[in-house]
């Protein structure tokens, strides 16, 4: 049942960014969220205006790469403590059946709500720092290819620190941490 959820949030979210339908994808997320990227980029996005900027940028992305299909489908899901949803995904942008960009894997964490299942936070696999952005960058196919999970193990981890019970690959490798 939660591949279900997630698929089905994905999929509607996906319509209304092609469809640039603003208010309906502002009814899908809670504000503030929490957005990050492989790459670094980490914002806390409070009110509406900042997250229309981000919107608006990548609806204007979609349109001048000639974007004509948004596919993202969920690999896995894990139920946290709290009862968020964690929804491992990969992302497909296509221009007709041609790759915009290489397949990227993302992560969204959904919280129920009276009204339905909100994302409360999102952990990108593009490797873009800044907010918003124009272009989607992802790493060279041989890091992905490693990193196919974004850098670590699925499921969450209900320790971790950041986005509300944040999962674990975006901890860094105990190697790393010992290094600092």
Known sequence: MSKEIVQSWLDSVGD???QNDFEA???NLHLPIGIKTR???DWLI???DMLRDGFDAWVSMMHDQRATHLIRRVCDTETVANGDLWGLYTTNILKNAKPVVEPFQSAVCLRRFE???KAVGLISGLINTQWPF???RVAPAQDSAADATLGAPWPPSESATGLPQEP???QPPAAETDRK
Do not use: I, R, S
């Open 134 to 136: 124009a272009l989607p």
């Open 115 to 117: 009204n339905g299942w």
């Open 16 to 18: 209304l960014l092609m």
């Open 39 to 41: 790459g670094g980029g």
């Open 168 to 170: 674990a690959f975006l």
């Open 46 to 48: 409070g009110d509406e």
């Open 25 to 27: 994808y502002l009814d």
